[in-house]
């Protein structure tokens, strides 16, 4: 009962809009090479049917190969990726405003059996489908069968308390309903009887004698509730099942051959399967890390990493986010979507008109199933998404006639800069192949008594200007276990004077009961950096070349900051350590601020009390720290 309690509790993450723009278990070196990758274009892309919507006729896609330096960059991109986050496995499909097509994949679709990722494997794309449902609403709008300014009840009437909701606030997020994926009665239904989470209608009774959280029209706010209701009113005005609908208008004449609607729990040997860090989810989303000891360990592949792709009904979010896609199908629709060649100009440009709501604990603006973004090259659009072990996103970008999609097995990634380098390499035209950095065969061993540092950021000495500056994924193997310590805040920072030092910190949540979080810190002299490209090994006779320090907080959320603090394992002056180092763009390491500095690390580690106070006693540093709410450091209880 309480590891189907706690499965509930996770459904709070299906069908949310997160998307890119935040490992293979063992942190092993990077899955993937010349066979994890391929240069495609969709199938059945030049089959797209000239009756999909409106006036216009789905463009015949160009089946042109990307140019070669820029595709095998992109490939490099994604294997340096991986490679820094130590996520499994992802796809990445670009159609360029050129009409040229390029479509990679790097690392694994299944860590149990190695199969690896292909370009066209499906994923779960979680609220991409919103953007699906409200192309579907608004070809209906065209044909004059729906008006989007009228009430819901006038065309579902067996939900007249909600009359004051018009059918564009379904589609804006600012119907004031709750969302019945953070429903308690959810939750028991589904503890009670998963089964019955197939059928919407059962989906929406969750919220449906609810008041409403804030009245219709005054606020914008993230809400799967609407787009189940938008489903139903898609099978209302047309009479046919939702799924044959999207099919017929969408699917089909698109040729979107790894589309549709996940309508059963069966296995699909087309699917990619999908991974979550059960330690970071759990604190994004409030679960007390006590509730993940009711988890089977055999769900557990290492650490706190749960195969997560067959763990809840794939119908409890149905129209608002039970697809499964491709990232190459993926680009096909949303392309073909902006371009508008699924809807009427005016329908189009209705779509785009954007309000700010909350998203995930921040404002995103959105449009009718469309979120909106700025980036270096202009306006975006698009949508993200996120289910069990998935996250997905894709974006158009009408000033460059660009459009990519990347699709990871994995939750929660940390693509934002893969994302902006590949926008550099394709906007700037880039001549030169991009040189990854990648670490040497066999450089994390799985040793016990080791920190495993993977970092790619900028070096920048003020936290608070960049608590998330970069790709990382730090883990620890202390006495026989491994430690995830990452996932909040990742830095890397240079101080200069009389004691220069290059230091690289990380904090994240803990599963240890009676810790809230684990930090870990390295520390090294900066003359061993400064111009190093590839792999710097640090001798045991220079014990101050490199420190290493792992801590466990106690930390009091109200305050903003920890209790208490203290040192667990520290540097193991007995033992060498390694570390695989390269500037930017296959330059040597440059030490200014801003400047990035890509870092794997093998540093070994101890526990030994005596040599944990004898390391600390050097540094002139306690065991423990512990602090007042006004962050004033006290004696420790």
């Known amino acids: 009962m309480g590891t189907r309690l706690l499965v509930m509790v996770l459904a709070l993450l299906a069908a949310c809009g997160g998307g890119s723009g935040d490992g293979s278990p063992g942190g092993g070196d990077a899955a993937g090479g010349p066979d994890a990758a391929a240069d495609t274009a969709p199938d059945g892309a030049a089959d797209a049917g000239a009756d999909a919507a409106g006036d216009a006729a789905p ?30 496995g992802m796809t990445l499909t670009v159609r360029t405003g050129a009409g040229e097509w390029w479509s990679g994949a790097a690392g694994l679709a299944d860590l149990a059996t190695g199969e690896p990722m292909e370009p066209g494997m499906g994923f779960r794309v979680g609220s991409n489908t919103k ?47 709750h969302d019945y994926l953070t429903d308690l009665d959810f939750i028991i ?8 989470l197939t059928d919407p209608l059962v989906l929406v009774d969750f919220v449906a004698d609810l008041p409403f959280d804030a009245p219709p029209g005054t606020t914008g706010a993230y809400c799967n509730t609407n787009y189940v209701l938008l489903g139903l009113l898609v099978e209302r005005l047309t009479g046919q099942p939702f799924q044959e609908v999207l099919q017929a208008r969408i699917v089909e004449p698109l040729g979107l051959a790894a589309t549709r609607l996940d309508e059963t729990p069966e296995e699909d040997p087309g699917l990619a399967h999908g991974y979550m860090d059960l330690g970071i989810v759990a604190l994004a989303f409030g679960i007390p890390p006590e509730a993940l000891t009711f988890i089977p360990e055999e769900w557990f592949l290492e650490g706190q990493i749960v195969d997560a792709t067959y763990a809840f009904p794939p119908m409890s979010s149905w129209s608002a986010g039970s697809m499964i896609s491709s990232s190459e199908d993926m680009v096909l629709f949303m392309r073909a979507l902006l371009r508008g060649e699924l809807l ?14 909350l998203l995930l604990g921040g404002q995103v603006p959105y449009g009718l199933g469309l979120q909106y973004a700025e980036t270096s090259w202009g306006p975006s659009w698009g949508h993200g998404g996120l289910n069990f072990g998935y996250q997905a996103s894709t974006r158009h970008l009408p000033d460059a006639d660009l459009t990519w999609s990347a699709m990871h097995d994995y939750l929660p990634e940390q693509s934002w800069i893969l994302e902006q380098r590949m926008l550099t390499w394709l906007m700037e035209g880039r001549q030169e192949v991009y040189e990854p950095c990648l670490p040497p065969g066999g450089f994390f061993p799985g040793q016990d008594g080791t920190v495993e540092l993977r970092l790619a950021g900028p070096l920048n000495p003020a936290k608070a200007q960049a608590p998330v500056s970069g790709i990382a994924r730090v883990q620890a193997r202390l006495d026989g276990e491994l430690l995830p310590v990452y996932g909040l805040a990742s830095w890397a920072s240079l101080t200069t004077g009389f004691q220069p030092r290059v230091t690289v910190e990380t904090v994240g949540p803990s599963t240890t009961p009676g810790v809230d979080m684990r930090y870990a810190l390295l520390s090294v002299n900066p003359a061993l950096l400064e111009g190093a490209e590839g792999l710097v090994e640090l001798s045991a006779a220079g014990p101050f070349d490199v420190i290493t320090v792992v801590a466990e907080l106690v930390w009091n959320g109200a305050w903003g900051h920890a209790e208490r603090s203290c040192v667990v394992a520290v540097t193991d002056t007995g033992r060498d350590a390694a570390l695989q ?26 526990t030994d009390p005596a040599a944990v106070d004898a390391a600390l006693a050097l540094l002139g540093a306690e065991r423990c720290t512990c602090q007042d709410q006004a962050g004033e450091v006290i004696p420790c209880p």
């Open 131 to 177: 953007t699906f449902t409200s192309t579907l609403v608004l070809m209906l709008a065209d044909e004059g069968l729906v008006d989007l300014d009228a009430s819901l009840a006038d065309y579902l009437p067996e939900y007249p308390q909600w009359e004051e909701v018009t059918v564009r606030m379904l589609l804006s997020m600012r119907s004031g309903l």
């Open 344 to 357: 009427s100009a005016e329908a189009l440009a209705e779509m785009q008109e954007v309000q700010d709501i």
């Open 581 to 606: 180092v390269c500037g930017d763009e296959g330059a040597g390491v440059t030490l200014e601020e801003g400047a990035v500095l890509k870092v794997f690390a093998s540093l070994p580690v101890t």
């Open 59 to 88: 463009e015949v896609q160009s089946l042109d190969p990307l140019e070669p330096v820029l595709a095998q960059s992109l490939q490099a991109l994604l294997e340096e990726y991986l490679a820094f986050s130590g996520d499994p």
């Open 189 to 196: 239904q589904g503890l009670m009887d998963p089964s019955a």
